[in-house]
């Protein structure tokens, strides 16, 4: 489920991190669904569980878990309110990509097809569009 690189220069958390948001934003891991356990996943990956601890307090920070004491840390069911201002810089940061992309070149039609494509891994394939 997870392919961390020991060799890289990213640290582990972060590349955990990657993964787990990865995971939630295709729907692997579904709303309020229970994340592993900090001590079953540190064993699992064979890494200290400060770090997969250190990866979910990250998570939580950025809105894609939630924890509840006793209990574990939980998938964050997205909802419309909390998401307006991260969906604005977003298309900030979206905008400036798209036209730095045409500046070196790229065509409409192309980045089209990307976004056709990102469309397709976050519906699973799926487009009924």
Not at 2 to 20: M, T, W
Not at 28 to 44: C, G, H, I, M, T
Request: avoid cysteine; charge should be negative.
């Amino acid at each position: 489920m997870f392919d961390l690189d020991i060799r890289s220069r990213k640290p582990i958390y972060e590349q955990l991190v990657e993964k787990l948001k990865e995971l939630i934003i295709h729907e692997v891991f579904q709303a309020d669904q229970q994340l592993p356990s900090v001590r079953l996943l540190a064993k699992e990956l064979t890494i200290n569980p400060n770090t997969i601890q250190k990866a979910y307090r990250e998570l939580e920070n950025q809105g894609y878990i939630y924890s509840v004491p006793g209990k574990g840390s939980f998938v964050t069911p997205q909802s419309v309110t909390s998401n307006n201002e991260k969906v604005k810089k977003m298309k900030e940061e979206l905008v400036k990509l798209i036209s730095e992309a045409m500046y070196l070149g790229l065509k409409k039609e192309e980045i089209l097809s990307l976004i056709t494509e990102a469309e397709q891994t976050v519906k699973g394939g799926d487009n009924s569009d």
